[in-house]
């Protein structure tokens, strides 16, 4: 109907069916568990999959794993007050949340300070995600 929004598909709906079902063990694993070992498991994963590849693939892993995340958000909503939640959200794939999370960072820069606290190499990890979209933006096709 003429004025209803229409309802935008999420980046989970966009995947195939077997990385679907990859997403939802994780989510499964991911769901009992808190902001904070969420947070580190993903980092784990990241860092499992940059040292199984070759430099060469890092870019397209470190998609992967931003699209990784961004899914699992969408399944275990995000809860900015949460630090490690707030630093997923900040280099998600959705624009809301990236949004919201970096004005927040923005507002309080100890927020960045205790995420490296937690994972000392975040800022690395942030740094090599913004350069990496910016080279390869995942969003290329829909500006053509």
Not at 20 to 49: C, H, M, N, S
Request: aromatic residues 6%; contains cysteine; proline residues 6%.
């Amino acid at each position: 109907m003429l004025g209803e929004m229409e309802r935008v598909m999420t980046l989970y709906e966009h995947v195939p069916a077997d990385i679907r079902e990859v997403l939802d063990a994780y989510v499964g694993d991911l769901r009992p568990q808190p902001w904070r070992t969420r947070f580190l498991l993903l980092i784990d994963l990241l860092q499992e999959k940059l040292e199984t590849e070759g430099a060469a693939e890092h870019w397209r892993l470190l998609q992967q794993w931003t699209g990784i995340v961004t899914a699992i958000l969408e399944h275990l909503p995000p809860d900015s007050s949460v630090v490690e939640c707030l630093g997923l959200m900040s280099i998600s794939f959705n624009d809301q949340w990236r949004a919201q999370a970096l004005a927040q960072i923005e507002r309080d820069p100890m927020v960045v300070d205790r995420l490296v606290a937690i994972c000392p190499d975040w800022g690395d990890i942030v740094e090599t995600v913004v350069e990496t979209n910016q080279r390869r933006p995942i969003k290329a096709a829909r500006t053509r």
